[in-house]
C-alpha cells in the first residue's frame, strides 16, 4: 500500500508546486527597434522568499585568450563565484573596474590579480565570491582593449537574451514581481517593470540606446614568444 502511494503522493506534490510557479518571456528592442542580444533579464518576485533557496551553480569561468576575454559576458546569482584562467602564452591581468557615465559608478566587488602565462601554475585566480548583487567592468592593466561584464543577479530567476532579443525564465513564483533588464552598454538603470506573473507572462521593452555592433572574435594570434601589449 506504502509503495503505491508514496509515487502518487510525490506527483501531487510536483503538481502542486507547479500550480504555484509561472514562466517569464521577455523581448528586448533597442531604440531603433532591432532586437538586443546579451541583455540581461531578472525576475525579483515581491512574495516572501522561499524557504529554501535554489543550489548555486559551480564556479563560472572567464577565460583569456587571444588577449579578449572569454565570455564577454557572465551572469551568476548572489553568493556563486568565479574563477579567471590565463590561455595565453603571456601575462595577463584581471581588474574590477568603474563603469556608468564616465566611469563613475564603483563595481560591487573589486579584485585585482596578475596572471601569469598558461599552465605555469600561476595562471588561475582563486576563486572570487560574488556576494553583492550589480554590475562589474572587467579589464586588464596590460591591454587595455581587453573587457568583459559580469552582472550578479540579485534573485535566481534571471536569463540573457538571444540573438532574437528574447529571453526565457521558468520557474518563477506566481504573484507580483519586478522585471529589471540590464545591458553591458548601459550608462544607467533602466527602471523596473511591475509585473504580475501567472502562468506564462510575455512582456517586451525598448531600451533608450541601441548598443553598439560587437565585433566577431578575431582569428587566433600567431604567437611565437613575443608578448603584445594592446
Ligand atoms: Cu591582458
Not at 73 to 98: C, E, I, K, W
Not at 103 to 123: C, D, I, K, M, N
Not at 186 to 194: F, G
Request: hydrophobic share 40%; aromatic share 4%.
Amino acid at each position: 500500500m506504502t509503495t503505491l502511494l508514496r509515487p502518487a503522493l510525490y506527483a501531487l506534490l510536483l503538481a502542486a508546486a507547479a500550480a504555484h510557479a509561472g514562466s517569464v518571456q521577455m523581448l528586448v528592442t533597442a531604440a531603433d527597434g532591432s532586437p538586443v542580444a546579451d541583455a540581461v533579464v531578472v525576475v525579483l518576485p515581491q512574495g516572501p522568499a522561499p524557504a529554501t533557496a535554489p543550489p548555486l551553480p559551480p564556479v563560472a569561468v572567464i577565460g583569456q585568450k587571444n588577449i579578449r576575454f572569454e565570455p564577454l559576458l557572465t551572469v551568476v546569482p548572489v553568493g556563486a563565484s568565479v574563477r579567471f584562467v590565463n590561455q595565453d602564452r603571456f601575462d595577463h591581468h584581471v581588474r574590477s573596474m568603474p563603469g556608468g557615465p564616465l566611469g563613475s559608478v564603483a563595481p560591487v566587488t573589486e579584485f585585482e590579480y596578475r596572471l601569469g602565462p598558461q599552465r605555469r601554475g600561476t595562471h588561475t585566480s582563486p576563486d572570487l565570491l560574488l556576494d553583492k548583487p550589480g554590475a562589474i567592468v572587467v579589464g586588464c592593466h596590460l591591454h587595455g582593449s581587453m573587457r568583459a561584464h559580469l552582472y550578479v543577479s540579485p534573485t535566481p530567476h534571471f536569463a540573457v537574451t538571444d540573438a532574437n532579443g528574447r529571453a526565457q525564465i521558468q520557474g518563477v513564483p506566481e504573484g507580483p514581481a519586478q522585471i529589471r533588464v540590464w545591458h553591458p552598454d548601459q550608462l544607467v538603470d533602466a527602471p523596473a517593470i511591475s509585473a504580475q506573473v501567472t502562468g506564462a507572462l510575455a512582456a517586451s521593452t525598448r531600451l533608450p540606446f541601441t548598443p553598439r555592433r560587437r565585433a566577431p572574435p578575431p582569428p587566433p594570434a600567431n604567437v611565437h614568444g613575443d608578448y603584445p601589449t594592446q
